[in-house]
């Protein structure tokens, strides 16, 4: 495995652009990144496709993930490429440019310790609240509440991770921020303790 520091680690073949990688991050290989923020600690597998999105600490994504699927004008006569990027059509036509600036206000936000699984999408203006599941070809189109698991095409609930209480403690614990050092002094604990433990533990 890749060892990480507070550099962050971009593999071969990937495209970031207007990007923003945390400490602790790795974007593995053929991975596209537009307009986003990845926070400490997270990782793209192969493949993800990434615009307009505010990703936090500690998410999980696996290979072929797509957030912040970007969408065509269904309300104008065509959806085609050439309302927007008219000037690869026409020597005199320029770009759309306000189409260009409202997609990318339209922004995906993913909250801290998520699971995206393989070939899910989140699409924009969705938020993914901290600690939620996102099953593998889930197609997400409404906010997924916190230490939630949902799954499906449109994506729907599952479950609950945790009962609401111990849900409420762990955001309130916001291990996340914690520093380096007390991440790695509670690495054990982390392993081994279920989480109603480790937050009586650690004073969630």
Not at 189 to 200: G, S, T
């Amino acid at each position: 495995m890749t060892k990480l520091s507070e550099t962050p680690v971009v593999e071969d073949g990937c495209v970031l652009v207007n990007t923003d990688l945390g400490r602790y991050t790795e974007v593995q290989t053929g991975t596209v990144m537009v307009n986003s923020t990845l926070g400490d600690y997270s990782y793209v597998i192969r493949y993800g496709d990434i615009a307009n999105a505010t990703i936090g600490k500690f998410v999980n994504i696996a290979s072929f993930v797509r957030i912040g699927a970007t969408d065509h004008p269904m309300h104008c006569a065509s959806q085609h490429h050439m309302l927007y990027r008219s000037a690869s059509y026409w020597p005199d036509a320029e770009d759309d440019a306000a189409f260009f600036e409202t997609r990318r206000s339209r922004r995906a936000t993913v909250g801290h310790d998520v699971w995206i699984g393989h070939m899910a999408m989140i699409k924009p203006e969705v938020n993914v609240g901290n600690g939620a599941v996102v099953a593998m070809g889930a197609v997400v189109t409404k906010d997924v509440a916190p230490y939630t698991i949902v799954a499906g095409n449109p994506a729907r609930v599952l479950r609950r991770r945790f009962p609401d209480a111990i849900a409420a403690r762990l955001q309130a614990l916001a291990w996340w921020d914690w520093d380096h050092g007390r991440l790695r002094g509670a690495l054990d604990d982390f392993r081994r303790l279920p989480a109603e433990a480790f937050l009586e533990r650690y004073g969630g």
